[in-house]
């Protein structure tokens, strides 16, 4: 069973900066595929960034270039830098965890493990 936790969230101006983390526990060499997720109020949730046990990254058009997905293996610990934000950023950030393969990193119903979340808010 996994765990996941997401802190980092919280608010800041548009252009600002933000580093969310999320720390996986519990059985995460069958993490496999991990990914960030937001929603938004009144929207469907969307893959934001993804990251695969190989090191293969994928990225939303909508956040190329200003965000970037990482991990630390070690330390059991994935991270999305949050740069040039916009108010359009603005959701509640999930972290989320495959357990196998994902054939569509970006496609929320790959997971199988999720995090309660930490809200952005770009204004």
């Known amino acids: 069973h996994v765990q996941l936790v997401e802190s980092g969230g919280g608010s800041v101006q548009t252009g600002g900066s933000l580093r969310l983390s999320c720390a996986a526990s519990g059985y995460t060499y069958s993490t496999y595929c991990m990914g960030w997720f937001r929603q938004a109020p009144g929207k469907e949730r969307e893959g934001v960034a993804a990251?695969?046990?190989?090191?293969?990254?994928s990225y939303a058009d909508s956040v190329k270039g200003r965000f970037t997905i990482s991990q630390d293996a070690f330390k059991g610990t994935m991270y999305l830098e949050m740069d040039a934000l916009k108010p359009e950023d603005t959701a509640m950030y999930y972290c989320a965890a495959s357990g196998t393969y994902a054939l569509y990193p970006l496609q929320d119903h790959e997971y199988k493990y999720w995090g309660q979340g930490t809200q952005v808010t770009v204004s």
């Open positions: 990251i695969d046990s190989d090191g293969s990254i």
